[in-house]
């Protein structure tokens, strides 16, 4: 007879199964769309989407739910239903994260998807169809880039890369800190696994980032043994009323945390409890 584990490794297996094949069935759908003329919309929070977006996350709603209803929901392009509350596990969804450039006929837009058990992010799949790129990973199983072991291969350059501007990038160049500013890429998801590759040696996010930006990202950098942290929180937790993060850092070195947390806060300063 199967014990509690096994039967629970052999569901984390499955969900990393459905979220793939979900999350790549999803970027076909929005490949279609892609580098297109495409019907956009600014909703209230001054942020754009796009037809694309709406019929990717009915797609993803539609394809989970019916795997695992007994599932709740959390998508952005999704009004919040307040039962996943009660949910032990829920799917994470953001059906294009960066749409901005996806408008823009940038490549780096991903599909984000994850589950969140009790608050913590246990599996998460991001998928970059426009470069080809497949991110895994599940809790004590390790991470994957395109089905393969995802492992963390340094730059050649001497000083950390980290893209921070404005402010962030003032305030850690007042703190002494010598880095190479990286490249600005609109997905945060995608930005923050960059730091698991090695293309990246930080990312940083300012405060407002919601669960379905950083979930999948969570699990999948956790698994290569970088943590993402809210700097004045710590390890965020998931699946609360209020799905709203402060400021975020993901860091391959983790010397570098008391600088780059200090100038995030003197930046963005910590919510009142």
Same mark, same amino acid.
């Given at each position: 007879?199967?014990?509690?584990?096994?039967?629970k490794?052999?569901?984390?297996?499955?969900?990393? &199964?459905?979220?793939?094949?979900? &999350?790549?069935?999803?970027?076909?759908? &929005?490949?279609?769309?892609?580098r297109?003329?495409v019907?956009?919309?600014?909703?209230?929070?001054?942020?754009?989407?796009?037809?694309?977006?709406?019929?990717?996350?009915?797609?993803?709603?539609?394809?989970?739910?019916?795997?695992?209803?007994?599932?709740?929901?959390?998508?952005?392009?999704?009004?919040?239903?307040?039962a996943?509350?009660?949910?032990k596990?829920?799917?994470?969804?953001?059906?294009?994260?960066?749409?901005? /450039?996806?408008? @823009?006929g940038?490549?780096?837009?991903t599909?984000?998807?994850?589950? %969140?058990?009790?608050?913590k992010?246990?599996?998460?799949?991001?998928?970059?169809?426009?470069?080809?790129?497949?991110?895994?990973?599940?809790?004590?199983?390790?991470?994957?880039?395109?089905?393969?072991?995802?492992?963390?291969?340094?730059?050649?350059?001497?000083?950390?890369?980290?893209?921070?501007?404005?402010?962030?990038?003032?305030?850690l160049a007042? &703190?002494?800190?010598?880095?190479?500013?990286?490249?600005?890429?609109?997905?945060?998801?995608? @930005?923050?696994?960059?730091?698991?590759?090695?293309?990246?040696?930080?990312?940083?996010?300012? @405060? /407002?980032?919601?669960?379905?930006?950083i979930?999948?990202?969570?699990?999948?950098?956790? $698994?290569?043994?970088?943590?993402l $942290?809210? %700097?004045?929180? /710590?390890?965020?937790?998931?699946?609360?009323?209020?799905?709203?993060?402060?400021?975020?850092?993901?860091?391959?070195?983790?010397?570098?945390k008391?600088?780059?947390?200090?100038?995030?806060?003197?930046?963005?300063?910590?919510?009142?409890?």
């Open positions: 007879m199967a014990n509690n584990n096994s039967i490794k052999e569901k984390d297996d499955d969900d990393i &199964a459905l979220l793939t094949s979900a &999350a790549v069935a999803a970027g076909i759908m &929005a490949m279609g769309f892609f297109r003329e019907k956009t919309w600014t909703k209230e929070n001054s942020s754009p989407v796009t037809e694309a977006d709406y019929l990717v996350d009915q797609f993803l709603g539609q394809t989970l739910l019916a795997a695992r209803p007994q599932y709740g929901w959390l998508s952005e392009e999704s009004p919040d239903n307040k996943r509350l009660d949910k596990r829920i799917f994470v969804v953001d059906p294009i994260d960066g749409t901005r /450039g996806f408008i @823009r940038e490549d780096s837009w599909i984000c998807l994850g589950v %969140v058990e009790n608050g992010a246990i599996s998460g799949v991001i998928y970059a169809p426009a470069r080809d790129e497949l991110y895994q990973a599940a809790l004590g199983k390790g991470a994957k880039l395109n089905g393969a072991p995802l492992v963390r291969h340094p730059h050649s350059t001497n000083l950390p890369i980290i893209p921070a501007a404005g402010a962030v990038e003032k305030e007042a &703190a002494g800190l010598d880095f190479v500013r990286g490249p600005s890429l609109p997905s945060l998801a995608y @930005r923050l696994v960059q730091v698991a590759t090695g293309a990246l040696d930080g990312a940083l996010a300012r @405060r /407002g980032a919601r669960d379905w930006d979930s999948a990202a969570a699990i999948i950098l956790a $698994e290569c043994g970088i943590a $942290e809210d %700097v004045c929180a /710590g390890v965020p937790v998931f699946n609360r009323k209020n799905t709203r993060h402060g400021a975020l850092a993901a860091l391959a070195d983790p010397s570098l008391p600088l780059v947390h200090n100038a995030l806060v003197n930046v963005y300063g910590c919510p009142k409890p």
